[in-house]
């Protein structure tokens, strides 16, 4: 017979999963579903908790499983209440030990940000941005201070990507990195402004300019 991956070490799935014991598959695939859309990788999620999720799922669908899971189960729990008969005050006899390992893992350890302003989506954005811009002041700008401000930003950012993977789900920076992310970040909030200044700027001079010279032609002819 296959050995199975509880036998190894063992997890509570329905505490994974956060069904009843005796709940219908039906609660357990609404579970799942619900599970996976929430911790999958691509969302965001850990790969270690959705690899927990999949298991307990594959188990606890399969009726053969299940069956020899749930045996196993009661075996737990018997040997829970045997080992906790002797102390004093209110056992856990529902739950096996390391049961709660599961749920550790969605605890809130993220929403700590480099920078308290801007969101996830604008700190990934002006992280890349900071890269070309430092390229650029080492590169096009014939001055030692740019010179200077170019590698002190390429550092920064590189060790606040390096620090953070990319400002992944699991960040808690520490003061160092936020001051890395800040010397990275907030040059390129000023790059990306003068940026669009600079667009702006060439699309509206030559419409500016196109409408003093076409003004003369416009009031002779309404004239």
């Not at 045997?82 to 739950?95: C, E, K, L, M, V």
């Not at 080492?138 to 606040?160: K, N, Q, W």
């Not at 003061?175 to 000023?190: D, E």
Request: one cysteine or more.
């Amino acid at each position: 017979m296959v050995r199975e991956q509880y036998e190894g070490t063992w997890k509570d799935y329905y505490a994974i999963l956060s069904v009843h014991r005796r709940a219908e598959p039906e609660v357990i695939r609404a579970a799942y579903t619900a599970l996976a859309k929430k911790y999958h990788p691509d969302v965001g999620g850990a790969n270690g908790k959705m690899r927990d999720i999949n298991e307990a799922y594959e188990v606890l669908s399969d009726s053969g499983r299940r069956a020899r899971y749930d045996a196993a189960y009661s075996h737990k729990q018997a040997k829970a209440r045997t080992s906790d008969a002797p102390r004093q005050g209110p056992r856990s006899d529902h739950n096996p030990a390391g049961a709660q390992r599961p749920r550790a893992a969605e605890t809130p350890v993220t929403r700590q940000r480099i920078l308290p302003w801007p969101s996830w989506g604008w700190q990934r954005a002006m992280l890349l941005f900071s890269f070309p811009l430092g390229l650029f002041l080492l590169a096009a700008v014939d001055h030692e201070l740019a010179l200077v401000i170019g590698l002190v930003i390429l550092a920064s950012a590189s060790y606040a990507c390096i620090k953070t993977r990319w400002l992944s789900s699991t960040l808690r920076p520490n003061i160092l990195v936020k001051m890395c992310g800040f010397c990275a970040i907030a040059p390129s909030i000023g790059g990306i402004g003068f940026l669009i200044a600079g667009i702006t700027a060439l699309l509206v001079i030559p419409c500016l300019v196109l409408l003093l010279i076409l003004l003369p032609f416009l009031a002779k002819s309404s004239s």
